[in-house]
T-cell receptor, first 111, second 114 residues
Framework: QKEVEQDPGPLSVPEGAIVSLNCTYS??????FMWYRQYSRKGPELLMY????GNKEDGRFTAQVDKSSKYISLFIRDSQPSDSATYLC???????????FGKGTHLIIQP | NAGVTQTPKFQVLKTGQSMTLQCAQD?????MYWYRQDPGMGLRLIYY???????DKGEVPNGYNVSRLNKREFSLRLESAAPSQTSVYFC?????????????FGPGTRLTVT
């Protein structure tokens, strides 16, 4: 079993819909959780950064972490065609060692 | 403020050739990282440097070496390139040393080994 599981999609939704993206993980030592957006042939761009369980909101984006279920989510409200990209979840135990990534979900917002 | 920069953007190598990928950050970050991204595999950590003067292996270090030249710069060297090293390489940095762990990525280097 991979440490971080993420459905690769593609996930296709109409413009204006609420999008839900999810990851599950197996290592209970993970404490820091991130979501990155990656456009084709570009580097990952940090969207959300959360510590431990709870919710965090930033504009149209909401990140949720449920450590008891080892499950994290990213919600995108009022989705736009410009949100079409691959979304990567990533997590860390803390310290300077690297992030463990999911494989990414390819999201398509249809105009 | 350029963030994380990487050179070159693209490279084609023949099997057995060597090359160095360069990375620099201007955010005064302590920690720097090299990842590779392959289709269906996600991003995997090759090497990292928690602070200037230290380097450590990540998940897939074989065939690579790194140098933390100074606080700003972290290079990745392929001594004898192999087709299995065809990938997109990303450098990242974070505040580290008790600060934030969020990582910021460069634009990537697309490497093809024939």
């Amino acid at each position: 079993q991979k440490e971080v599981e993420q459905d690769p999609g593609p996930l296709s939704v109409p413009e204006g819909a609420i999008v839900s993206l999810n990851c599950t993980y197996s290592n209970s030592a993970f404490q820091y959780f991130m979501w990155y957006r990656q456009y084709s042939r570009k580097g990952p761009e940090l969207l959300m950064y959360t510590y431990s369980s709870g919710n965090k909101e930033d504009g149209r984006f909401t990140a949720q972490v449920d450590k008891s279920s080892k499950y994290i989510s990213l919600f995108i409200r009022d989705s736009q065609p410009s949100d079409s990209a691959t979304y990567l979840c990533a997590m860390s135990k803390g310290g300077a060692d690297g992030l463990t990534f999911g494989k990414g979900t390819h999201l398509i917002i249809q105009p | 403020n350029a963030g994380v920069t990487q050179t070159p953007k693209f490279q084609v190598l023949k099997t057995g050739q060597s090359m160095t990928l360069q990375c620099a950050q201007d955010m005064n970050h302590n920690s720097m990282y090299w990842y590779r991204q392959d289709p269906g595999m996600g991003l995997r950590l090759i090497y990292y440097s928690a602070s200037e003067g230290t380097t450590d292996k990540g998940e897939v270090p074989n065939g690579y070496n790194v140098s933390r030249l100074n606080k700003r710069e972290f290079s990745l060297r392929l001594e004898s390139a192999a087709p299995s090293q065809t990938s997109v390489y990303f450098c990242a940095s974070s505040e580290g040393l008790g600060g934030s762990y969020e990582q910021y990525f460069g634009p990537g280097t697309r490497l093809t080994v024939t």
